[in-house]
């Protein structure tokens, strides 16, 4: 599929200021903008396998499409929701499990890239992949 394969994080827009709004304090914002984060995708049917490791974290999350599950962001935020399918984007809903805030989250292939984008209280981040 389309999203398969192993992404390096390029570059960041709006990504700090995202990370305010969650409630990051200053010392792990600027730590978070230079990550190094790198994502390794694969889907089989339903079923995605996602593995992420950064400076601060390796992990592997498996979900199938539009079943919730429990997500911890680096900071240690909890998250629960899902992702689905819409067109050509996979696209996330969550729930902040400390306030019940939601956290909108979309990954689409724009030409070579993989943009993630993030939408929290009016805010919208953006990350920019390249293929690894």
Do not use: C
Request: net charge neutral.
């Amino acid at each position: 599929m389309a999203f398969d394969g192993t992404w390096k994080v390029e570059k960041n827009e709006n990504y700090e200021k995202f990370m305010e709004v969650m409630g990051v304090g200053l010392v792990k914002r600027k730590l978070g903008g230079h990550d190094n984060l790198k994502i390794t995708i694969h889907q089989e049917g339903n079923k995605f396998t996602v593995k992420e490791s950064s400076n601060f974290r390796s992990i592997e999350i498996v979900f199938i499409l539009g079943e919730n599950f429990d997500y911890s962001l680096a900071d240690g935020t909890e998250l629960n929701g899902n992702w689905n399918l819409e067109g050509n984007k996979m696209v996330g809903s969550f729930t902040r499990k400390d306030n019940g805030k939601e956290l909108k989250a979309l990954r689409e292939i724009v030409g070579d890239e993989l943009v993630q984008t993030y939408i929290y209280e009016g805010v919208t981040a953006k990350r920019i992949f390249k293929k690894a």
